[in-house]
């Protein structure tokens, strides 16, 4: 609870993963990597209940094994490749959370996404009187040096002229990490979307914990950082 609101996190972990099959419950250094975010959630000093929102048992029985809440596996309309998050958490608000004011937002694919970035997530909300946050970090790369390219491959007019500086003399640029997302619940439903408004705020975090894990690389990577800290 923060500033006398009811904080509830939800975690949409659907089993099925073309790029990296299973990736879910992939042991990262011996833990299941959803297993990452509900032990950061359950580490939060503000989140009340945590969720888990699945198609898959597998995944189901390692969240309750992990002290979080599973209330059912997720209708057959919310697990296809269709489904989008906005769907998954306005089913699960509209069923579990209606008792609740703040929900937080978790993708299992975060593992380096501690509670203490969750609890500052949430005191932005509070200190800006916001009615969502997401988190964000710096872009790699000047988004300004990268566009489509024709079938052809031809480079022409791949480069506008305002992107023709040296990084150093850009403005920083942030992109979203998918680490956190944070709405006020009543607002939430009655937008019925995820969008951003005046009312949305960025937490920044850094590169270095914003590792989003999707392909093989990304997850050998995270394997990699975790033992080089040992």
Same mark, same amino acid.
């Given at each position: 609870?923060?500033?006398?609101?009811?904080?509830?996190?939800?975690?949409?972990?659907?089993?099925?993963?073309?790029?990296?099959?299973?990736?879910?419950?992939?042991?990262?250094?011996?833990?299941?990597?959803?297993?990452?975010?509900?032990?950061?959630?359950?580490?939060?000093?503000?989140?009340?209940?945590?969720?888990?929102?699945?198609?898959?048992?597998?995944?189901?029985?390692?969240?309750?094994?992990?002290?979080?809440?599973?209330?059912?596996?997720?209708? /057959?309309?919310?697990?296809?490749?269709?489904?989008?998050?906005?769907?998954?958490?306005?089913?699960?608000?509209?069923?579990?959370?209606?008792?609740?004011?703040?929900?937080?937002?978790? +993708?299992?694919?975060?593992?380096?996404?501690?509670?203490?970035?969750?609890?500052?997530?949430?005191?932005?909300?509070?200190?800006?009187?916001?009615?969502?946050?997401?988190?964000?970090?710096?872009?790699?790369?000047?988004?300004?040096?990268?566009?489509?390219?024709?079938?052809?491959?031809?480079?022409?007019?791949?480069?506008?002229?305002?992107?023709?500086?040296?990084?150093?003399?850009?403005?920083?640029?942030?992109?979203?990490?998918?680490?956190?997302?944070?709405? /006020?619940?009543?607002?939430?439903?009655?937008?019925?979307?995820?969008?951003?408004?005046?009312?949305?705020?960025?937490?920044?975090? +850094?590169? /270095?914990?914003?590792?989003?894990?999707?392909?093989?690389?990304?997850?050998?990577?995270?394997?990699?950082?975790?033992?080089? /800290?040992?």
């Amino acid at each position: 609870m923060i500033n006398n609101m009811k904080v509830i996190a939800v975690i949409p972990a659907r089993g099925g993963s073309k790029r990296l099959p299973n990736k879910n419950v992939l042991p990262l250094q011996g833990m299941p990597l959803i297993a990452w975010t509900i032990e950061a959630a359950k580490k939060s000093k503000y989140i009340d209940d945590i969720l888990v929102s699945t198609d898959d048992a597998k995944i189901a029985n390692i969240a309750i094994s992990h002290s979080a809440k599973v209330p059912e596996l997720r209708p /057959k309309e919310l697990s296809t490749d269709n489904a989008t998050t906005n769907d998954v958490i306005l089913y699960t608000l509209n069923k579990y959370g209606t008792d609740a004011d703040i929900v937080v937002i978790l +993708q299992p694919t975060s593992p380096f996404r501690s509670h203490e970035h969750i609890d500052e997530s949430l005191e932005l909300l509070i200190d800006k009187s916001g009615t969502s946050v997401v988190s964000v970090t710096e872009c790699e790369h000047p988004p300004l040096w990268a566009n489509t390219l024709p079938d052809s491959g031809s480079m022409n007019n791949f480069l506008k002229r305002s992107s023709q500086f040296r990084s150093q003399d850009l403005q920083t640029f942030y992109r979203l990490n998918g680490a956190i997302y944070i709405y /006020k619940i009543k607002e939430l439903l009655d937008e019925k979307s995820m969008s951003y408004t005046n009312g949305t705020y960025a937490y920044k975090m +850094q590169q /270095k914990h914003s590792i989003d894990i999707d392909t093989k690389i990304d997850f050998d990577w995270a394997e990699f950082l975790l033992s080089d /800290k040992e």
